[in-house]
């Protein structure tokens, strides 16, 4: 699995604190930007924001995430969370997953319960190996990828790239990684995703829980 920060709303503090300032302000928000107020100040009202549950406010901000190496397993549980998540995802329509032009096997995540097993391991294997072989053959007897792909397993690799507001990452992350009984790949995306924000914006560490700065 990787994962990198492709861009993002420049200033996360200083744009939540300018629309929940607005709110409440005879000023224009074009005046409230520019006002040289301090780290403090803006963090005593967005924690306000936050507790408020004005997170209206949170929508103003977004960032966008390339993700590689997941399952497609995983894109079924994510691509759930539809309200204020984009996702442009790798066309199997499009992109071979045949031996033919890859030149070796799809990539596949393998589960850590099947990899510390021995006996699931093979078998697990086996099943890739053999959904690898159908592909071919379907492809080969001419039929389209888009149709040879429905022998393709849950497990497969695939990237994609996706573009969330603040709001829309704190609603998922808690759903995906406070919540107890979330899949360990999506929890493990969903908590890196807000490990790497955190990294650019340092003060969300308040917000996230159990995410610190490095």
């Not at 429905?150 to 609603?171: E, H, K, M, Q, Y």
């Not at 807000?194 to 159990?210: D, I, N, R, S, T």
Request: contains cysteine; glycine residues 6%; charged residues 25%.
């Amino acid at each position: 699995m990787e994962i990198k920060v492709i861009n993002k709303t420049p200033d996360f503090l200083r744009t939540i604190w300018t629309a929940g300032r607005t709110c409440h302000s005879t000023m224009a928000p074009q005046e409230l930007f520019e006002l040289d107020e301090s780290e403090g100040k803006m963090l005593k009202l967005v924690n306000f924001l936050l507790k408020a549950r004005h997170l209206s406010t949170l929508e103003h901000c977004s960032v966008t995430y390339a993700v590689a190496g997941v399952s497609r397993t995983l894109l079924a549980q994510y691509s759930r969370h539809r309200i204020g998540v984009s996702l442009s995802v790798q066309s199997q329509r499009y992109v071979s997953e045949g031996t033919e032009k890859r030149g070796q096997t799809f990539e596949y995540v393998t589960p850590p319960t099947i990899a510390a097993d021995p006996a699931r391991l093979s078998a697990y294997q086996a099943a890739m190996a053999a959904a690898q072989k159908s592909y071919d053959e379907l492809v080969a007897a001419g039929a389209p990828m888009e149709d040879a792909r429905f022998a393709l397993p849950g497990g497969i690799c695939t990237n994609f790239v996706t573009t969330l507001n603040l709001r829309s990452l704190l609603d998922i992350y808690e759903k995906r990684v406070l919540v107890s009984g979330a899949q360990w790949e999506v929890r493990e995306m969903v908590r890196r995703m807000a490990e790497l924000l955190v990294e650019k914006e340092p003060w969300l560490a308040g917000v996230f829980e159990g995410v610190s700065p490095k």
